[in-house]
Each structure stands twice: as structure tokens, then as C-alpha cells.
């Protein structure tokens, strides 16, 4: 069961679409490395910014089904499959400048070098992001370099699009709340295949980088 949990071919098929020659396999220190990546990454972690940010849900609700899960004896892959989740904040340090040397919409100094030397180059990975940039921002981190990372991006830019969310509440508990109540109520809905319509967004046609709405 385990072994078909790690199994690499649903990620392989993803990723490879874009580099068809990459090669994966599961760590065997599945659960350390996941720690790692949030320690690295701590330093730029701004805590709960807001409810309507789905990075917050990922980074809390999810993260929070992991590392305070009752039984310690499930193993990283029950939760998320081949993929090692990457528990970090992209948004908030793009947007929030605390220090003398951040510029306006782009990551604060050592945020990608950092990042690049805890990612390793055959660990298939999942993030989410909010940024209308996804993670590339401004060209500061390439996918060709990791294209091992599938990206779950809120702002359309990565390998699947989220939908822009709104929960309610001013801490990660009533966040979360809320949003288990926002999954109860789309349980009750007509599966997406058996509507009449679809209506779909894709947002302002100015507000995009390097005109790809025009």
C-alpha cells in the first residue's frame, strides 16, 4: 500500500509534459525533508495573513493535518501521495517589505537562495501560490530549473489552477472552519460534469504580466 502511495507514474506524467526527460523518485526521509523546508523557510513566513488568501488554507489547514495528526504512525505519503508538500508563504514576502534592501513586488534578499538549496533536483514537489506570477515571479525563480515542483497556483500561473476562494475569520482556526463548512456545502452541489452552464473568470485584461490576456 505504501509503495503504491509513492508511486511515480501520475507525477511523471504531469511533469514530464514540460521536461520529458526528468526522472523521480520518494526520499526515504520523506517526513525530515518536509520539516527542513519549513525551517529553511521560516525566516520569511509572516504568520496568518488573511482567510481570503488560499496560501493561508494550504499552509494551516493542510500543513496542520499533517504535523498534528493523532496517529504517528501514518507516513507522509497518506496525506500527499508521491509529492513532498512545500509548507511556505510566496505571497506575503512579495508583498510585505519589512527590511531595508526588499523591493516593491519582488522576494526579499535570500528568499530564493534559500529555497533553491533546500529543493532537490529528483523530489517531486507540491506548492501552492496566490501570486498572478505563480512562483516565477519576476523571472527570480525558473520552473526549468525545478521543473520537479508542481505548482497549484490561485493566480493561474503553474500546472493547476486554483479558484480565488473566499473564507471568513481573523485566525487559522476560523479559517479553517470555515472553510470545512465551504466543503460541506460544495458536497451538496451538482458535480461540475452535470451543470447546464460554466461560467469562468480568468480576471482583468490589464492586470496580467506581459499583456497574456490581451
Known amino acids: 500500500v505504501e509503495k503504491r502511495r509513492r508511486d511515480m507514474s501520475r507525477a511523471l506524467q504531469c511533469l514530464q509534459l514540460t521536461t520529458p526527460s526528468l526522472q ?5 526521509d520523506a517526513e525530515h525533508h518536509t520539516e ?3 525551517r529553511v523557510m521560516r525566516p520569511w513566513n509572516r504568520g496568518f495573513v488573511g482567510s481570503h488568501d488560499v496560501e493561508d488554507i494550504w499552509n494551516t489547514v493542510f500543513a496542520d493535518a499533517w504535523f498534528k495528526r493523532t496517529d504517528k504512525s501514518k507516513r507522509l505519503s497518506q496525506f500527499f501521495g508521491p509529492y513532498i508538500p512545500i509548507f511556505a508563504q510566496f505571497l506575503a514576502p512579495w508583498l510585505l517589505k519589512v527590511g531595508p534592501g526588499d523591493e516593491e513586488f519582488a522576494y526579499p534578499p535570500g528568499f530564493i537562495a534559500a529555497l533553491r538549496s533546500v529543493l532537490r533536483p529528483s523530489v517531486p514537489y507540491v506548492a501552492v501560490s496566490q501570486n498572478a506570477e505563480g512562483l516565477v515571479g519576476k ?5 526549468s530549473e525545478f521543473p520537479n515542483v508542481l505548482v497549484l497556483s490561485a493566480g493561474g500561473y503553474g500546472h493547476v489552477a486554483l479558484p480565488l476562494f473566499k473564507t471568513y475569520g481573523s485566525t487559522p482556526s476560523e479559517a479553517r472552519q470555515s472553510f470545512d463548512q465551504a466543503l460541506e456545502r460544495q458536497a451538496g452541489r451538482v458535480p461540475v460534469p ?8 480568468v480576471g482583468s485584461i490589464g492586470n496580467a504580466p506581459h499583456s497574456m490576456r490581451q
Open 24 to 28: 523521480l523518485h520518494y526520499p526515504m
Open 36 to 38: 527542513e523546508i519549513m
Open 139 to 143: 523571472g527570480e525563480f525558473r520552473m
Open 194 to 201: 452535470r451543470r447546464e452552464y460554466f461560467v469562468s473568470y
